[in-house]
């Protein structure tokens, strides 16, 4: 039976040794899907998940992740990839099912609010995802800063900040992950330390592709926890306004 929302993030932590003990592939896949269901900036999607279940690229990602017991010990990996370089596919994507929502009908024919979402991803999302070495974002930055002067706008337009965007997304789909594999008792651990470019090799990744985090997966052993959940006290970081 699988836990309840509340009991499986009270259940998860980070596990860094796993029992060797097989976990089922096609579960872990499926708790894949429900990361592809997570809110992504623009439903853009700027993402991959690689499910690795092959012994040796575990065993040559974890000597990339300087054998550390969550990945050394892990019976399967997921690695997030962050695919900003993706956004006109996504867009194009996302561009096709909504006319196909819509219905295929003459210009004139849309209602406002049709013509507004197609137009945020035939113009809109080329402005702001559109760079050249930085360049364009920059110009972008300086343009809605002196905008801001007047009017509420959205500052973060440079190349960074979008990278920061696509990346916060990953991290939205791999909490998803977690969660899911928490419910149906498997364990799993957030990973950033890594050889990222020895990483992105092994997984015959392109240089435009970015590595989020890696996760181990598998069955937590009774040594794998390392200690009881700390978390400073929760009226520090509560702000009620």
């Known amino acids: 039976m699988e836990k309840s929302v509340s009991d499986a993030i009270a259940y998860r932590r980070s596990v860094r040794i796993y029992k060797d003990e097989s976990i089922d592939t096609e579960k872990v896949r499926k708790c894949l899907e ?3 269901l997570a809110p992504t900036s623009s439903n853009l ?3 991959e998940f690689y499910h690795v279940v092959d012994p040796e690229v575990c065993r ?3 000597k990339a992740s300087f054998n550390q017991p969550a ?3 892990a019976k399967q990996l997921v690695v997030m990839v962050v695919r900003k370089d993706l956004w006109r596919k996504r ?4 561009l096709a099912f909504l006319r196909d929502s819509f219905g295929h009908k003459a210009k004139s024919e849309y209602s406002k609010r049709e013509k507004f979402a197609l137009s945020y991803y035939q113009k809109l999302m080329p402005s702001i995802y559109s760079d050249f070495l930085g360049v364009l974002g920059m110009i972008r930055y300086l343009f809605f800063n002196v905008v801001g002067w007047f009017r509420p706008v959205y500052r973060q337009v440079r190349a960074s900040d979008m990278r920061v965007v696509a990346h916060k997304s990953a991290g939205l789909a791999a909490q998803n992950f977690m969660i899911s594999m928490a419910a149906i008792g498997y364990d799993t ?5 890594f ?5 992105k090799k092994i997984l015959g990744l392109p240089a435009s592709a970015e590595i989020n985090m890696l996760i181990g997966c598998g069955i937590r052993d009774e040594s794998g926890v390392y200690g009881r959940r700390f978390r400073v006290p929760f009226e520090t970081v509560y702000k009620k306004i």
Request: aromatic share 4%; charged share 20%; net charge positive.
């Open 34 to 36: 429900n990361a592809a």
């Open 45 to 47: 999607q700027l993402w």
């Open 60 to 62: 040559q990602i974890a």
């Open 71 to 73: 990945a050394r010990t």
């Open 91 to 94: 867009a194009k994507a996302n």
């Open 189 to 193: 651990c957030p990973m950033e330390g």
């Open 195 to 199: 050889d990222s470019l020895r990483v």
